[in-house]
């Protein structure tokens, strides 16, 4: 469903990315690990859009006989394909309200003119029903149906995470990135969220690929991991080989 | 939205309507001067207001697309008389002058107008962000400026126009003198400006809350969220600055035609600088707010006139000084800045005032 390439990225004479391969199948959980500064957001970056890869190219094929090549392409245009992220330091519409986050998701699907949007036509009166419906469903999804009239930044921090992923998959994505979404979670929360993260995989037909540092998380969902050092990648395969894989131990730990 | 709102908000306007022909009747004619502008200044706020305060692109080339309005007002309306006399130092292009159409006409005109330049310069510089764009839009402002100093076939240069026709009441009080024997007397017709502020507000709002709105909100918050989220913003920005261009050109001729003259030293910064005041005040992004900061701004800017002339201040007398009353606006927009800072709706700040002496 994605192919990535061989791709580089470099910042001036830094190479944050060198020479990256992966490849993520239809379903599958796909685990992105690495050290500090292996270059993990860089990849995902280029992903989306926000990077132009110095080298290679991605691929991005979100059904049979449909397929993009995802480097000349916006963020914007990325998102319409059917990729959408998350974020490492969580990026919600802090002043806005937590229906309004998610309600903002589904505009990138908007059919209606800005006219037809401002006199409440018909045919956006519709379309906005249907927006209400489907946020409240993800809302109610993420358990924050309550919350909806809050502000997103008054939320406490495992909720904005959630809200973020509601927000994200209300763009209606075949391909999900997560930006190390346990990040700040404790046990009890990490163990919620893996499960949640299994349950909207099946319902929305996803296929996920997520940075995280915690272990527990990578090794209990992913179907396979690729690991990072320095830019480069250093291993990949189920997560019972990585944990065994003298480069990756070595990559986090070192060696005397 | 719901039925019931809409026809909420359907009776309030109406209401609104019936609200300024009376007050056209009742108050004097300087009152309803100074209305006319509360309304003038209501459509220039929520046009910057959503160009900076609901999308958060800080532009200062406000002046320079009122001036747009203004101008195409201005000679679309004047008399071909008015407009011989007025270009005595170079004719007008004979096909301009010529040129009259009605009043509603020759708003939407100046609104257009201002729009396709909004859409123009918008274009290319709302491709940079904060300080950069607010440099860029500034010198556009005063590019168009120095333009129409220099096209004087069309605008009659520094000279300006003079003689625009003012919107008065006169034949309905005529009527109304005839046929009751009130004894009216005639003055501005507060309709014009009144009931464009009244659709302004409303497409605003409606504007606002519809999918659009939101998605201008979300580039405000996050632009890297936003288009995270498939939201264009090249798309979006210039669509949002685009219909502030068109409301700040319809203030601009309704401005025009309650002056009755105009010429291109009106359109200087200062302008821009007012309505940032306006938007400030009322809090950014607050459509209430702007309505009610428009109204204070444009009362005050003429009840703070004597601090202009010079003051008796019982021991001594002193000299004019022309520009104080700014000096005052600066300190309030300063307090208020300061007192804000995060928090955007003017009733927040009055209860934290209220509670900072309460305490006490």
Sequence with gaps: MLKINNITMRFGGVVAVNNFTAEINKNEIIGLIGPNGAGKTTVFNMVTGVYKPTEGDIIFSPSEGESHSVVDLRPDQIAKIGICRTFQNIRLFKQLSVMDNV?????????SSLLSSVFRLPNYAKEEKEIYEKSKYLLEKVGLYEERNEKAHS???????????????????TLLLLDEPAAGMNPQETQELMEFIKKIKDEFNLTIFLIEHHMEVVMGICDRIYVLDHGAHIADGSPKDIQNNPKVIEAYLGVD | MEKKNLTKYLLSMILAIIVIVVLNFVLDNYKIRILNLCFIYIVLGLSLNLIYGFTGLFSLGHAGFMAIGAYTVAILTMTQETKQMTYYMEP????????????????????????????????PVLKLTDDYLAIAT???????????????SITNGALGLKGIPQKTNKAIVDFMNDAFGLGLRPSINLLWAGVTAVITIAFIYLLIESSYGKAFKAIREDEIAARS?????????????????FFAGVGGGLLAVSLGTIDPTLFKFSLT??????????????????????CIVTIA??????????????????????????????????AA???????????STLEKVRGRYAKN
């Design chain 1, 103 to 111: 309600f903002i998701g589904n505009h990138l699907r908007l059919k």
């Design chain 1, 155 to 173: 939320l406490p921090y495992g909720k904005q995470r959630r809200l973020e992923i509601a927000r994200a998959l209300a763009t209606d994505p």
């Design chain 2, 92 to 123: 007008m292009v004979p096909f301009l002058e010529s040129l009259n159409t009605p009043f509603i006409v020759a708003v939407l005109a100046g609104g257009l107008m201002a729009a396709l330049f909004g859409f123009l310069i918008g274009a």
């Design chain 2, 138 to 152: 500034l010198g556009f402002s005063e590019i168009i400026r120095i333009v129409i100093i220099n096209m004087q």
């Design chain 2, 229 to 245: 989220m498939g939201i264009n913003l090249f798309k979006h920005k210039v669509l949002s600055f685009t219909i502030g261009s």
């Design chain 2, 273 to 294: 600088w007012n309505i940032i005041l306006i938007v400030v005040l009322g809090g950014m992004g607050n459509i209430k707010g702007s309505i009610v900061s428009a």
């Design chain 2, 301 to 334: 800017m003429e009840a703070l006139r004597f601090l202009d002339e010079p003051l008796n201040l019982g021991f001594m007398v002193t000299e004019a000084m022309p520009g104080l009353r700014m000096v005052v606006f600066s300190i309030i927009l300063m």
């Design chain 2, 337 to 347: 800045v300061i007192y804000k800072k995060d928090d955007s709706s003017i009733k």
